[in-house]
């Protein structure tokens, strides 16, 4: 997922679909796995997998090193915030 966004805008209609269909089973595997069951999910499981993904790509892009580690971090906490799993950074940050 993370290796291909480029690519398959570039493609063609069966590249696109079939990259939807594998980012669609992501978001429904991650919708199933949030904690609160009482309200619709499918928006959060959307943002989390895209952070996911965009952040890796962006990532890959940088340079410094240190700063796309940054970056990673910071994606994982606010998915993990987004799917209602409070977690701190080494620095006790949420």
Do not use: Q, Y
Not at 23 to 33: D, G, Q, Y
Not at 53 to 78: F, H, N, P, Q, S
């Amino acid at each position: 997922m993370v290796a291909l966004p480029t690519d398959v805008a570039r493609s063609g209609v069966s590249a696109k679909r079939a990259f939807e269909t594998v980012f669609t089973a992501m978001v429904s595997v991650l919708e199933r796995s949030l904690l609160d069951k009482k309200r619709p999910r499918r928006t959060k499981a959307r943002a989390i997998a895209a952070l996911c993904i965009g952040g890796m790509v962006v990532a890959r892009t940088m340079v410094d090193r240190a700063a796309a580690d940054e970056l990673r971090k910071a994606c994982v906490l606010m998915a993990l915030k987004l799917g209602g799993r409070e977690t701190k950074d080494k620095n006790g940050i949420r």
